[in-house]
């Protein structure tokens, strides 16, 4: 019951993982500049993010341009376009492969295949978070190298936007739900390997039979 309850919470921060991966990959802020003109009423918000740059008035008024063009694009943000697209493809079949693996689902057949699929929705879940955990230290990173360049004027400089924390907790999220997944599992099979199952004899019953046979000789 316990692993049982175990494996349903990381299911669920796997879902939280998921949603956050899918949402950071979306969100058009991954770097923010704020310029402020002469006055509040001029100010403007810069918000760049792997597909769209998006410029946010003081009015409330708002503009995105897409990004169409890949070749143009920084490295980093070829990769970090690459790297999330396929964090959300392994948490999306881990969500899938872990459904069918847990104990409390009647999916999967026997103990042993659900066993196995649910450490394999573990090792996706792992490799989901690495995933989504270097593309947003990467372009941290070219971030905070950038605001530290003092050849770089400060109308250029950025900051993490809130796209870039939500990729460092859903990526946090999806290696914790994969680490209990894949050790869950894992410490079922090592029992099974210290305990094996006893084989029952009765010789008891064998040399009852022999005697009968023994008996049958004679006569």
Known sequence: MASASLQFFAFILALFGVFGDITATLLPNWKVNADVGSNIITAITQMQGLWMDCTWYSTGMFSCTLKYSVLSLPIYIQAARTTMVLSCILSAFGICITTVGMKCTKLGGDTDSKSHACFAGGVCFILAGISGLVPTSWYTREIISNFLDQTVPE?????????????????????????????????????AWIYPPKQHHFPSTEQESNTGYNLKDYV
């Open 155 to 191: 109308s250029s400089k950025h900051e993490p936007g809130g796209a870039v924390y939500t990729g460092f907790i859903s990526a946090g999220f999806l290696l914790i739900a994969g680490v209990i997944f894949c050790t869950s599992c894992f410490k079922k099979q090592q029992g």
